[in-house]
């Protein structure tokens, strides 16, 4: 269905009084007279995004929430009731897991059971250990660890347990369509690559007719009684967005193939679903569609969660590689170390027995600048980390903290970036200005400025002088 051209609508009077009635005792629908009860119930702008995104995932209906959270929940919520069991995956989102493990024991009365989704075979166990189970519930890909499951053998499994599939399609849109291997309802937060701007907060839940039927009741629906609707505006916004969604999603794809296999090739532990030294590609192959590629996210594994950290700063602060951020299907590369940020509600050991390490990056690619361009920010600053990190090992300490700062005309400084450095030869050097005595190699506080091209400066403080590092770090340091 074509985007609404008309402005979004969420609220609008009747012209017959017995139509409210009607309305409200299901009676008139949106489907058999185009009239809608309650823009928390439905309203027709966030109706025909609906109607994309059920196009999109090749299920008979969908509905568009305010978040992709709260997908999830109207979706559990619909499905359990207190008492009831879940079975879902180990390797999770930290928000999901918070919901499993705390949240809905606690509030509601709802049962985890936590299980290797990569293993079929555990999952079938698990369900004969927990007759009655409501859901099987696992991400297409998981985040981050990027862990694969046999989605039609899943779905199987679940139905022949009278349980219903539900799947986190966030990482994989368009290149995996989870109701095509047997899903009965698919989930996304809108707010990641559908959006791909990271400026609104949006789900979406996708099923049969039904099923998004019972999310309105008027007393049991999960929408309807506890609000969740998107508004009209973002609809509006997004449904614009959803046709070049299939172009954003090639370009991430293509690039993340490429950092990968480059970062794969230096020597670096690097997961992608898209390399053939993935543990699930065969899986991955059968259930990818043709053309999208193979998801915008890749994980590297740096060892420790301070080796992750410096990298994620060069990459950053000296190679403009991408930017320190915890979203994803953004334009630009986001970079995060998911243990300490968007997976911290997970307990360290439950972290370790997933695979999560502490120096787990996740890479979520953009499309900004050339792919060349990217490649050798990405390969100059991997080999500068990786000479780094073996110098730290043989006991040698970066001497450096370097700040990028360009100069006003009155004299201020304002700071670009900082990164640890082991001198003024890593930058490509254009001019140097001598600083105070000793230079950048030299004794004391030993400050210099390299000039580096377009007012822009980098500027070396003596790591021993705890002062003028921390002044480097307010942007408060003058050559």
Known sequence: MSPPTSPPLSQFPVLRSDTLSGIFSGQVTPENSG?????????????ALARQLAAMEGTEAAYATASGMSAIVVALLSV??????????DAIYGGTYALLADFLPAKCGIKTVWVDAADSAAVGAALEANPGAKAVYCETLSNPTLVVPDLP???????????????????????VTPARWGADIVIHSM????????????????????????????????????????????????????????????????????FATALQAAGASVRYPGLASHPHADRWARLVNPGYGSGGVLTLDAGSRAAAERLMERLQNKAGFG??????????????????STSSEMPEEKRAAVGLSDGLLRISCGYTGSLETRRAQLAGAWAAHVSGEAARAAGKTPPFRAAAIVRDGRGGLTRL??????????EEEEEE?????????????????????????VVYVRAAAAAAVQAVANGGVAP
């Open 35 to 47: 009239c809608f009860a309650y823009a928390r119930n439905f309203n027709p702008t966030t109706l």
């Open 80 to 89: 359990c009731n207190a008492g009831d069991t879940i079975i879902a995956a």
């Open 153 to 175: 053998a899943l779905a199987s499994l679940a139905h022949a347990a009278g349980a219903t599939f539900i799947v986190d399609n966030t990482f994989a849109p368009l290149a």
């Open 191 to 258: 707010t990641k690559g559908i959006s791909g701007a990271s400026d609104v907060l949006a789900g979406a839940v996708c099923g049969t007719s039904a099923f998004i039927a019972s999310l309105m009741d008027m007393r049991l629906g999960p929408i309807m009684v506890t609000g969740p609707t998107l508004d009209a505006k973002t609809a509006a916004e997004l449904g614009l967005r959803l046709p070049h969604l299939g172009l954003r999603v090639r370009e991430q794809g293509r690039r993340a193939l490429a």
């Open 323 to 340: 930017l320190m951020a915890v979203s994803l299907g953004y334009h630009e590369t986001l970079l995060s170390v998911s243990g300490a």
């Open 417 to 426: 970036a900082s990164w640890d450095s082991f001198g003024e030869g890593e």
């Open 433 to 457: 200005e001598e600083g105070e005595a000793g230079g950048a190699g030299g004794g004391g506080d030993g400050k210099k400025a390299v000039r580096v091209g377009a007012g822009k400066e």
